[in-house]
């Protein structure tokens, strides 16, 4: 029920660092009784694989850098964010993707965050823009929730929570939903839009701390679902802080940082020396879309 974490490229800092240390191309990294593996041949290799997507984003980060800032504090809010919604699985997602804590950090969130804030810049958060936005806007809703594949299965389960079960302890037994079964069911807060329909619907509905819906049935499969937190919608100016915050949000989509980016580098003179690494920013010097017409 959560929105899937999609990882960026592999992480490759640590070994073009190795390829461009030392004093000589010709330096071996790795020595054989058949013979050496040296910078320039693991340079060499990293670039064919890797070398658009690496060059281009190391090269957007020192644009956005020129423009935009994020702290450290900024990048361990973000990572915590992270641990919250995956818990357990997310140290093995990383490693899957070639990511140690460092280098996801370092490489994807501080160039995702940059990203977002370059996205913001161009938001008009006047005070029109954000009455408009809550005229339909709903605070965000903590929820936990099981989920099962049977409905025989969620039939079952729902009489134990509503006859005193353990909430916590049955989600962590029987959820398939292995990301948040670790935290007892418990769910990011989300607002409208950000789950399936169904299931946004059954949580909205929900009013009080404690209150437990009926089964629902949704394409992922029957859920029960607890109410953690319902904060009521209040007054524009009581709200303001939050709203600004959801609607900048809702700004943020991955087209709208292409965009973003795209104005960027046409600004920042780029200039590729490298001929093998003359298509890296297709998809910012706009040849991508144009080649597509």
């Known amino acids: 029920m959560k929105k899937k974490l999609v990882l960026g490229m592999v992480s490759m800092m640590g070994l073009f660092s190795l390829a461009a240390c030392g004093n000589s191309a010709n330096d071996a990294v790795v020595e054989t009784k058949a013979g050496d593996v040296t910078q320039q041949e693991l340079y060499d290799a990293m670039k064919a694989k890797v070398g658009d997507q690496y060059i281009s984003q190391l090269t957007m980060t020192k644009i956005l850098e020129d423009k935009y800032k994020v702290s450290d504090k900024d990048i361990d809010a973000a990572f915590q964010t992270f641990k919250d919604q995956y818990g357990e699985q997310l140290s093995t997602m990383l490693q899957q993707s070639?990511?140690?804590?460092?280098?996801?950090?370092?490489?994807?969130?501080?160039?995702?965050?940059?990203?977002?804030?370059?996205?913001?810049?161009?938001?008009?958060?006047?005070?029109?823009a954000l009455e408009a936005y809550y005229k339909t806007w709903q605070p965000n809703i903590t929820v936990e929730h099981i989920l099962v594949t049977d409905k025989a299965k969620a039939d079952e389960l729902h009489k134990k929570v509503t006859s005193g079960g353990n909430f916590e302890e049955l989600a962590k037994a029987n959820s398939t939903d292995t990301g948040s079964a670790t935290q007892g069911g418990k769910l990011a807060p989300f607002g409208p839009g950000k789950m399936l329909p169904q299931f946004e619907k059954a949580a909205y509905a929900l009013k009080n701390k404690g209150d437990i819906s009926p089964v629902v049935k949704t394409d992922a499969g029957y859920h029960i679902i607890k109410m953690l937190d319902h904060p009521a919608k209040t007054t524009f100016e009581k709200d303001k802080a939050q709203v600004k915050k959801d609607y900048l949000a809702s700004k943020v989509t991955a087209e709208a940082k292409t965009a973003a980016l795209q104005k960027l580098y046409k600004k920042a003179d780029v200039k590729i020396d490298d001929k093998d690494l003359k298509d890296a920013f297709t998809q910012y010097d706009g040849s991508a879309t144009d080649s597509s017409k």
């Open 98 to 128: 070639g990511y140690t804590e460092k280098t996801f950090k370092s490489d994807y969130l501080k160039f995702d965050l940059l990203s977002t804030k370059a996205v913001e810049a161009s938001v008009d958060t006047s005070d029109k």
